[in-house]
């Protein structure tokens, strides 16, 4: 453990993970990080060894990521998991290092994307077209020209660029194979739950009394994060334009509050897929990525994020926004703040739920971003750039493209 801490603070420096790892040679990475959960003690007392989380936000498929893992990235993730048990090693052939990888990875209850189906290519290349339409309005003088004037220079000028030919046409929808699956699932849900109505009905109005009973037992989280805690996250944190953001925690033991637990995971995870799909979480437009995760059987969770801004922006974003949402995703958590219902309090409680965030929080000490400088209202903005220059526009809405350079 002291020298994978020691490592793991001399490779956030100076740049060092991108020479271990090439993360900018990695096909499709959007994000990645590392991050250790130290060892400790169940609820029930029982050690928990400690554990190196690697997690990575990449385009399709994912054979190919490991096996880029595996190549590109070799030297970093063999220093990094050389320290943990079993890890074949250096010396080893690349496809037991992928096998040992597949053999350890953790599936997410929950993945939230903000827009499904935009790859990393897309989201440089319509940073790109920003910056030449933007170059080229710098270049020349519009005055006394109208909007629609204007626009239709833009697109004469786009049409003579050989290297932006690709903006003329829609972005290439995702494969035919995930939309079906996606199609399948969005459908077979809800008749599910329609063919169990009849148990739900019997069954909710207990799962509700029961639980209201034990949510009366919680006590208010009073606990402060010690400034030695504070200073290690703010050591990794505000670089760039967006964070990252990794919390752990202990499920409530009883076997209500687990059940309920998977149950709101499996909503929020049909949610994520179907409704809040493209570029809001229920209204919050800054985070790229998100993923509820299960440990240890369902008894710890840990959820990352990467996001735009500053953490306590980032927080009053979810208080002010969605509470709710919050309070059914982490209220079955030991530490959060007391909730009515699972729906209300929680959250509300304001400083109570930033003090247990940063309890909970967990120091990320080499992360990469694949577009430091884009937030994600910058990379739909630049989507919509690109959607302005097909098709026909009034003059009002073409003015109201213009403003978007």
Wanted: proline share 6%; charged share 20%; hydrophobic share 45%.
């Amino acid at each position: 453990m002291p020298a994978l801490r020691g490592w793991l603070a001399e490779t956030a420096r100076d740049g060092r993970a991108e020479k271990l790892f090439g993360f900018t040679r990695l096909r499709g990475l959007h994000f990645a990080r590392l991050y250790l959960l130290e060892e400790t003690e169940s609820l029930e007392g029982r050690p928990i060894p400690a554990s190196l989380i690697f997690m990575s936000e990449v385009d399709a498929p994912l054979h190919r990521h490991l096996a880029e893992l595996a190549g590109i990235a070799a030297a970093g993730i063999d220093q990094a998991f050389g320290h943990c048990v079993g890890y074949p090693g250096p010396a080893s052939r690349r496809r037991a290092r992928i096998a040992w990888l597949r053999r350890h990875r953790v599936r997410a209850s929950a993945f939230y994307v903000n827009t499904v189906g935009r790859g990393l290519e897309q989201i440089r290349q319509e940073a790109r077209l920003r910056d030449a339409l933007e170059d080229y309005l710098d270049r020349c003088d519009q005055g006394g020209r109208t909007a629609t004037e204007v626009r239709a220079e833009l697109r004469a000028f786009v049409a003579g660029r050989p290297d932006l030919a690709w903006a003329a046409g829609p972005p290439a929808p995702p494969p035919v194979s995930f939309r079906v699956r996606e199609a399948i699932h969005l459908a077979a849900v809800p008749l599910v739950l329609a063919l169990l109505l009849p148990v739900l009905l019997a069954v909710v109005p207990v799962w509700l009394v029961l639980l209201r009973i034990d949510e009366r037992r919680d006590r208010p989280f009073t606990q402060r994060p010690a400034l030695a805690h504070l200073q290690e996250l703010a050591a990794c944190e505000d670089f760039t334009t967006q964070n990252p953001f990794a919390v752990v925690g202990f499920v409530r033991p009883s076997m209500l509050r687990r059940l309920t637990f998977r149950a709101v995971l499996f909503g929020v995870d049909y949610a994520v897929r179907h409704v809040y799909n493209h570029a809001s979480l229920a209204g919050i437009t800054t985070i790229h990525f998100a993923r509820w995760v299960p440990l240890d059987g369902w008894r710890r969770m840990t959820f990352a994020s990467d996001y735009d801004g500053a953490v306590e922006a980032y927080n009053d974003d979810f208080i002010n926004i969605v509470w709710w949402g919050l309070n059914a995703a982490f209220g079955n958590g030991v530490g959060y703040p007391p909730t009515r219902w699972l729906l209300w309090g929680g959250a509300r409680y304001e400083q109570q739920f930033k003090n247990t965030l940063r309890c909970h929080q967990v120091a990320v000490p080499v992360w990469y971003t694949a577009y430091p400088s884009l937030s994600a209202d910058n990379i739909e903005n630049n989507a919509q750039i690109r959607a302005g220059l097909r098709g026909g526009m009034t003059p009002a809405q073409a003015q109201q493209w213009l403003s978007r350079l």
